[in-house]
């Protein structure tokens, strides 16, 4: 009964965020040609080579998460791995890139034990990694921008500031996780949090590459960078938004609606996540059509 439910919430979210972009095309529909008219190939090609980049050392995040459990993958399986699976995200239901990875795992002779404990961990530094790196951006370097968005959207501000923390008190009861057995491997930890810095720094520029264009000359890329990685962050961990589609693009909205009108904030989003999503097919047609090693 409760699967139904989410099931029933996710794709009522998703038609809803569908409706009210329609509904804003028909309203502006001379507004979003023109900013899609502004977003010069240039801009879209640095994009995509960002995200690529960004993309496409997350197998070696991958290849360390599996070593902190005891577990050894080389950096080719990892790749194949990852890559493929990422693509089952797109597949509705939200779990199937989880299961495909479960099952390669298990491919792999990991117990069951190992395969959870992987995917845990994995999830937990994508999240945790990616809010810390945005916050930390903001309160550093655009700490006016953080007080705005606190004392004009306060509840709503609180919400998202507990909803992490939140979740992993939530994990950590529900699924009997011990978070300090997770970060107690300090040089691998050390490896993965110089990755996760990488992975941020640029998938934020992969999304500043699209915006800058239309923000004036005061706004900062570092504010740009860390908006996006706690909208990606709050987005990832929001259940009944699959691939957090409409919570994304809601944080963004709010830290950008100073600079920017909501359909040229709507225009760039759309143009990130179509980018984001042919640098995994990309990625994924090279794991999967290049010669394999009989062991992998």
């Not at 993958?73 to 199937?96: A, E, H, S, V």
């Not at 809010?131 to 501000?157: C, D, K, T």
């Amino acid at each position: 009964m409760r699967k139904d439910v989410i099931y029933i919430l996710k794709w009522a979210w998703v038609a809803a965020v569908i409706i009210f972009i329609a509904l804003l095309v028909i309203r502006k529909h001379n507004e979003f040609l023109e900013a899609l008219e502004r977003i010069h190939i240039a801009y879209l090609f640095l994009s995509f080579i960002f995200i690529l980049a960004a993309k496409a050392v997350l197998p070696l995040f991958m290849r360390y998460v599996v070593q902190s459990i005891g577990k050894s993958m080389d950096f080719w399986t990892c790749f194949r791995i990852y890559n493929i699976t990422q693509l089952g995200k797109y597949i509705p239901g939200n779990i199937w890139h989880f299961v495909g990875k479960a099952a390669a795992y298990r491919n792999q002779s990991f117990s069951l034990g190992n395969v959870r404990d992987a995917l845990i961990i994995e999830n937990v530094w994508l999240v945790l990694s990616a809010f810390v790196y945005g916050l930390i951006l903001l309160v550093v370097f655009e700490h006016e921008l953080i007080l705005r968005l606190f004392f004009s959207h306060m509840y709503l501000a609180i919400l998202l500031i507990l909803l992490v923390p939140l979740s992993f008190f939530l994990a950590q009861k529900l699924l009997k996780i011990d978070f300090r057995k997770i970060f107690s491997h300090h040089e691998l930890n050390l490896r993965i949090a110089t990755i996760q810095i990488f992975v941020w720094t640029f998938l934020g520029l992969g999304f500043a590459a699209l915006a800058l264009p239309f923000l004036p000359n005061e706004a900062d890329i570092l504010m740009l960078m860390g908006l996006y990685a706690i909208a990606f962050s709050i987005g990832f961990i929001t259940p009944f938004a699959p691939a957090g589609i409409g919570v994304r693009e809601a944080v963004l909205a709010l830290g950008l609606h100073p600079y920017l009108p909501l359909e040229v904030i709507i225009v760039i989003s759309i143009a990130n996540r179509l980018l984001y999503l042919l640098a995994e097919i990309f990625l994924a047609s090279i794991a999967y059509f290049a010669p394999q090693s009989s062991d992998t």
